[in-house]
């Protein structure tokens, strides 16, 4: 069943009733987090927009959780390039329902069977089970949706030609699921398929973290599509935005490319960076993340350092908003899960 339902009306009604509550809880069960409130003077909201959001990079500084140490389950890490990093901090019941649902999201284009998945990326970013990097819990949450994984890079990083010439010979005649950061998918899939005539043409390509690389090669998201389906026949491809603070939610992009929506359960704000206010549709501004999925942390409304447009309200593909980014805030830290990598040595 898909979570791309609500129109943006019923959408915002929703999710000021769950987001306020959760506000209200958070700030029962988070000193820092009632401190925050308490010096904004922050008391109620008749809006979506209206409700506190905390700054991502708080995340960095401070340790935000509404949970007492002996139920954290999982610690979650950023991918801060400047040794600050994010710690997200997940309970039992927090760590299932994010599984959940973004299986849930994912099922929208890939149905409810797992399929045969290539994972574009080494087994051995998975070290440690209970603290992942951005990148690591991304690979690790993306691959339990496939089956009968092939890895395309060997353990020293490298593309593994044969282990994607083995899996698309058992196969390639049918659907199968391709994940991959976007930088990683480009260097290690796009090109070595095109090189090697490998056919991609029943793949469906979920991928995320970034185009700052691909930019500066002069590939936009339009481009990379393009050139996905000329050379390797893949035209399946959904790029998505999503972060390690709000982990679990994705804002998927639609099956005709473009922009990029808000599942059922999270919804976007794009903010005047000088006023705080809402802009309107085609207005760039800062990217405001909100989502009810994170229980265990007070992450549930968060300004990014992100730009980015709204394109459209219920006027696409599903339902809701529709929207883009456009990249990072000027001075803003690098942060792209794919923009980290270094080739091995």
């Not at 009306?9 to 009632?34: C, I, K, N, P, W």
């Not at 659907?175 to 070595?192: A, K, M, R, S």
């Amino acid at each position: 069943m898909s979570v791309f339902t609500m129109d943006a009306a019923t959408r915002s009604s929703l999710l000021l009733e769950e987001l306020s509550s959760l506000t209200d809880f958070h700030r029962s069960h988070s000193v820092e987090y009632d401190r925050i409130l308490t010096a904004s003077g922050f008391t109620s909201a008749s809006s979506v927009a209206d409700l506190p959001w905390l700054p991502v990079r708080l995340f960095k500084n401070l340790t935000l959780k509404s949970i007492p140490d002996d139920e954290v389950f999982k610690v979650l890490t950023s991918s801060g390039t400047t040794g600050e990093v994010s710690k997200i901090y997940l309970d039992k019941h927090a760590a299932a329902e994010q599984t959940r649902r973004l299986g849930a999201t994912l099922q929208t284009v890939l149905g409810p069977s797992r399929l045969p998945m290539i994972l574009v990326d080494s087994k051995g970013i998975l070290k440690d089970r209970r603290s992942f990097s951005a990148r690591g819990a991304g690979v690790l949450g993306m691959a339990t949706f496939g089956r009968d994984h092939a890895w395309a890079l060997d353990p020293s990083g490298a593309p593994d030609l044969e282990a994607l010439r083995g899996f698309l010979a058992k196969h390639g005649d049918k659907p199968f699921l391709i994940f991959g950061f976007t930088y990683l998918v480009w260097l290690h899939l796009y090109e070595v398929a095109r090189d090697n005539g490998l056919d991609l043409s029943n793949g469906i390509l979920i991928h995320s973290g970034g185009w700052k690389k691909l930019v500066d090669q002069a590939v936009s998201p339009a481009e990379f599509r393009r050139r996905l389906q000329a050379d390797t026949g893949l035209t399946h491809v959904h790029n998505y935005y999503g972060m390690v603070e709000q982990i679990g939610t994705i804002f998927l992009e639609g099956p005709s490319g473009g922009s990029l929506y808000c599942p059922d359960f999270a919804d976007v704000i794009i903010r005047n960076p000088t006023t705080w206010e809402e802009q309107p549709v085609g207005e760039p501004g800062l990217i405001e993340v909100v989502s009810t999925l994170p229980t265990s942390y007070p992450g549930h409304i968060l300004l990014t350092e992100d730009l980015g447009v709204l394109d459209g309200i219920d006027d696409g593909d599903w339902p809701g908003k529709r929207f883009s980014v456009l990249g990072r805030l000027p001075r803003a830290e690098a942060r792209g899960c794919s923009d980290t990598y270094r080739e091995a040595a």
